[in-house]
């Protein structure tokens, strides 16, 4: 089974920066796409930034141009380089791997524990 560690999350003032890891583990997988999710209080859980194994990248309209996703496939590792956070961007924060176990090509979806982001002043 593979599973997620997520670090990273924390408290920062309005305009601060944060950046958020979270790295699989397992054996015999492959990883396709790796993302981040956010669910705050009361509301649905929202996609944030998704990336390919090819490093495409796709990001929620509410971030994009402030929170960048990158992955080190060596290391089976995605990270969210969040800067100019917002009182909104405030929710705990999920990390989500799609791949497939090359025993078999089950595929599988992941999901980590999550991590809090607080912005506030």
């Known amino acids: 089974q593979v599973q997620l560690v997520e670090s990273g999350g924390g408290l920062v003032q309005p305009g601060g920066s944060l950046k958020l890891s979270c790295a699989a583990s397992?054996?015999?997988?492959?990883?396709?796409?790796m993302g981040w999710y956010r669910q705050a209080p009361g509301k649905e859980r929202e996609l944030v930034a998704r990336?390919?194994?090819?490093?495409?990248?796709n990001y929620a309209d509410s971030v994009k141009g402030r929170f960048a996703i990158s992955r080190d496939n060596a290391k089976n590792t995605v990270y969210l380089q969040m800067n100019s956070l917002k009182p909104d961007d405030t929710a705990a924060y999920y990390c989500?791997?799609?791949?497939?176990?090359?025993?078999?090509?089950?595929?599988?979806?992941?999901w980590g524990q999550g991590t809090q982001v607080t912005v506030s002043s």
């Open positions: 990336i390919t194994r090819g490093s495409s990248t």
């Open positions: 397992g054996n015999g997988f492959s990883i396709n796409f």
């Open positions: 989500n791997v799609d791949g497939f176990y090359r025993d078999g090509l089950r595929d599988f979806s992941s």
